[in-house]
Nanobody, 125 residues
């Protein structure tokens, strides 16, 4: 399974970005998907996740109401719409795939089997 994340960039505080992660190598709807991020000097942390069908989504508390995860199973792509960005959102964002489409532990990085290369998001104040 290959994951290719893109869409990062430099944005001012209050702005928006949409990250995408294209997946190949497995039937996409059988994969649970997640987004994680890692800021400089910090550990990787959970951002959002979505089940294979797209019926259930999970968001970390600090991004609720600002970020939305979604997926298009016809395009083999998962998205992270990020609005009202803050400087503390600056990080490398990684998409991840879980062979369990139901995501028993969506917030745990060890749940996921495959990882993309990451895309950098920088939010200026």
């Amino acid at each position: 399974v290959q994951l290719q994340a893109y869409g990062g960039g430099l944005v001012q505080a209050g702005g928006s970005l949409r990250l995408s992660c294209a997946v190949s190598g497995r039937t996409f709807s059988t994969l649970g998907m997640g987004w994680f991020r890692q800021a400089p000097g910090k550990e990787r942390e959970f951002v959002a996740a979505i089940t294979g069908s797209g019926n259930s989504q999970f968001h970390e508390d600090s991004v609720k109401g600002r970020f939305t995860i979604s997926r298009d199973n016809t395009k083999n792509t998962v998205y992270l719409q990020m609005n009202s960005l803050k400087p503390e959102d600056t990080a490398i964002y990684y998409c991840a795939a879980d062979r369990d489409r139901f995501l028993l532990r969506p917030r745990s990085s060890t749940e996921y089997d495959y990882w993309g290369q990451g895309t950098l998001v920088t939010v200026s104040s």
